[in-house]
């Protein structure tokens, strides 16, 4: 039996780099069956939301959401159900400019639970997202709409998981304790971030020269 729906957001960087934000759900009637049917249902559903303009702007045009996965999971762990779905073609970002591949721009998830783990962060990559020239920070305009817009995404998403899983929250799964804790609010920086990670498979070109 379920107690949390996680949702990945999937897509694609240029060179085959991939990258995937994972939002949590905790089911409110738990502990539920959530059938490989229903996460099927779910996944779909999720994935025919329209990514909010605001949001895709953080990406540039060349990095794209590509489909969505979606795990049911006991409280320890413990896999019960998952499908996956592939969007028909991919949605690219409309960010104008062009940053490196591991620029990332987070929404920080706060909960009422003090402490690190009533506390989670979403990694957006943030390959085209308008910049303040003269700060080198994200441009303020650009953060107002995409927090907007990850509100409205994370809340359709809710929505859809609801439908198929009964009614969830969205949350920061602790695990330690297989705790999870109720969002509350979205925060966001405008100092760009950075995720290694996704130039873990990418191959690099070099330049030479000769010295002396």
């Avoid at 979606?70 to 073609?89: F, H, I, N, P, Y």
């Avoid at 303040?132 to 990850?150: H, I, K, P, Q, Y």
């Avoid at 799964?173 to 760009?192: E, M, P, V, Y």
């Amino acid at each position: 039996m379920a107690s949390v729906v996680r949702v990945s957001i999937l897509g694609a960087l240029p060179g085959g780099e991939v990258w995937s934000v994972n939002p949590c759900f905790f089911l409110l009637n738990e502990p539920t069956e959530v059938t490989s049917a229903e996460s099927l249902a779910i996944a779909t559903a999720v994935n025919a939301i329209v990514v909010p303009t605001g949001l895709r702007n953080v990406l540039s045009g060349i990095t794209s959401f590509t489909g969505i996965r979606v795990e049911a999971r006991a409280r320890d762990g413990v896999l019960e159900s998952q499908a996956e779905v592939t969007k028909a073609a991919p949605v690219n970002g409309g960010g104008a400019l062009a940053h490196p591949y591991q620029t990332s721009w987070v929404t920080s998830l706060r909960s009422g639970y003090p402490g690190a783990r009533g506390r989670g962060r979403l990694y957006w990559p943030a390959t085209g997202i308008a910049m303040n020239a003269s700060t080198l920070r994200a441009d303020a305009a650009a953060l107002t709409s995409a927090l907007s817009g990850v509100k409205t995404y994370l809340t359709a998403i809710g929505a859809a998981v609801a439908v198929s899983a009964g009614p969830a929250d969205l949350v920061v799964w602790s695990r330690t304790g297989n705790a999870f804790h109720k969002i509350t609010s979205l925060r966001s920086g405008d100092i760009l971030d950075t995720q290694r990670r996704r130039r873990d498979a990418l191959a690099e070109s070099y330049t030479e020269t000769s010295y002396p």
